[in-house]
């Protein structure tokens, strides 16, 4: 059980890393740095030599090498791939211990299934061209699997470790599943919005091009049946759609932030004072991240910042709600 309380508590950092280094591959226009999988132009790595380089173009003279994309594609694989042989040996390890709790042994062996199905959107990621509803459900996956990672470590911690417990009332639950649902739908928002290029369709804030509702076609914003196409790197769709993506999420965000400063409030009188504090802390960092977005005018470091900050709030929601089960 220690083994696999500091090897879930490892993987759930480089959960994070993983989920910043896709972050900074999709930002960069670079996932389809490597138009191959799981090598990179039919390298282990990328290609250095110029007769590498050469060997490269001629193989794929459709993408032509471009270092500068080529290196965060690869870094996020090889990073996903450690984060994959990590959730392996701890499946192996709960497996193999008969001591192990039925409940972690489960989640070991799901998180095991989960990650080869990640690797498998990884895969169609680069093999249909960055479509917008692999690469968002690919995003939405490596948020669940760094969820689950940390509430592995805390259930593995909380049998080594004596505490109080929280014994939360049901009405509390109710709303922790309700924010977990709404941060869920949240969190598809902003993937769809980053997936389909619409993140710079509102340069303006609060407003949206000087106007509250401008011109926007929702119809074709989600429609989650679009055919696939040659390449969806830049987006296909039109600026009223893309704009319709931006105000969903924009509107979003409202509803997600009055729902938990609501419950906040609920925790706060209810004498869970601290993690009231945190749920505020986690929201009003987001919150901020997602402004600064529109304000600055998407900076890889802040909207990478709002990729985590998103992990971070659906982590604390979800070990809070599931810790105890």
Known sequence: MERIKTLSLLSGILGFVVVALGA????????LGCPDWPGCYGFVTIPVSPEEIDIANSKFPDTPYEVAKAIPEVVHRYFAAALGFFIVCIAYLAVRSKDVPTNIRNLSIFLLAWVIMQGTFGYWTVSLKLWPQVVTTHLMSGFLTTALLWLLYFKTKDLL??????????????????????????????????????????????????????????????????????????GQLDHESRVAIHLTHR???????????????????????TLAYGLIAFLTLQVLLGISNVIFALPLLIAVGHNLGGLLLITYLGVLRLREH
């Open 251 to 273: 509107f979003g965000a409202i509803v997600v932030t009055l729902f938990l400063l609501f419950t906040s409030f609920h925790l706060y009188k209810r004498n869970f004072q």
């Open 24 to 31: 900074w591959t999709r930002l960069a226009d670079a996932g």
């Open 161 to 234: 470790e004596s505490r109080a417990r929280w014994n939360f009332e049901i009405s509390t639950k109710r709303l922790f599943n309700i924010s977990i649902a709404l941060v869920a739908v949240q969190i598809f928002l902003g993937a769809w919005t980053s997936t389909n290029y619409a993140s710079y369709s509102c340069t303006d804030f609060p407003l949206c091009q000087g106007q509250i509702l401008p011109e926007a076609n929702f119809k074709e914003g989600f429609n989650f049946f679009q055919s696939i196409g040659p390449n969806y790197l830049g």
